[in-house]
């Protein structure tokens, strides 16, 4: 298996685009976690998914924020618009119910 | 929710040496793991412990989970310069399996 699958690996945008990041989970998994990790802040919980069905999105920071499951293979978190204070590494994990998570590579944002 | 607390926040140690981090919780839990992170990778799991569980091993990792006391810990055994890494503790707890994550130890293991 090829593990958690993320895109691009590193993205620079200026402030005010749109950011479009891309996982795709390990097969079988149906549980799959957005996380952001910054240095001051930690490793943060965005939102997570059951069955491709958002279930607590409460860390999501605010309404420039949105993340969609349209399929079992397939999740996007998307920033619009993109600010400075956004950059950071966003990672996705999938997993199945009660056991551990297995994570992607990363995603290193940078918002000039 | 609530957050482990690893403890220190950086070791740096000498190949061979012994290396142990904590990790303190508040309330009860489900199960406590633990995760490495190499510098510029995603986190990768080590060992998962269920909360009546004590002690696990996985080749030269070592966990003990003590529910009295809310804490935990990660003993390395004969570490080596691969070994550097951060390492966290993440706890489930209440009726949620997802886990919460700490802010991690920075593991240096000098050649």
């Known amino acids: 298996d090829a593990g958690v699958i993320q895109s691009p690996r590193h993205e620079v945008t200026e402030m005010g685009q749109e950011v479009t990041l891309r996982c795709k989970p390990i097969?079988?998994?149906?549980?799959l976690f957005w996380y952001r990790q910054t240095m001051m802040r930690g490793l943060e919980l965005l939102i997570y998914?059951?069955?491709?069905?958002?279930?607590?999105d409460s860390g999501m920071p605010e309404d420039r924020f949105s993340a969609k499951m349209p399929n079992a293979s397939f999740s996007t978190l998307k920033i619009q618009p993109s600010e400075p204070r956004d950059s950071a590494v966003y990672f996705c994990?999938?997993?199945?119910?009660?056991?551990?998570?297995?994570f992607g590579p990363g995603t290193r944002l940078t918002v000039t | 929710s609530q957050q482990g607390e690893e403890d220190p926040q950086a070791l740096s140690i000498q190949e061979g040496e012994n290396a142990t981090m904590n990790c303190s919780y508040k309330t009860s839990i489900n199960n406590l793991q633990w995760y490495r992170q190499n510098s510029g990778r995603g986190l990768v799991h080590l060992i998962l412990?269920?909360?009546?569980?004590r002690e696990k091993h996985s080749g030269r990792l070592r966990v003990t989970l003590d529910t009295s006391k809310k804490s935990s810990s990660l003993l390395i055994t004969a570490s080596r310069a691969a070994d550097t890494a951060s390492y966290f503790c993440a706890t489930a707890s209440g009726g949620s399996y997802i886990p919460t994550f700490g802010r991690g130890t920075s593991l240096i293991v000098h050649p």
């Open positions: 994990a999938s997993s199945l119910p009660l056991y551990e998570q297995y």
């Open positions: 097969s079988g998994h149906n549980s």
């Open positions: 412990i269920r909360s009546n569980e």
């Open positions: 998914f059951n069955n491709n069905v958002p279930i607590d």
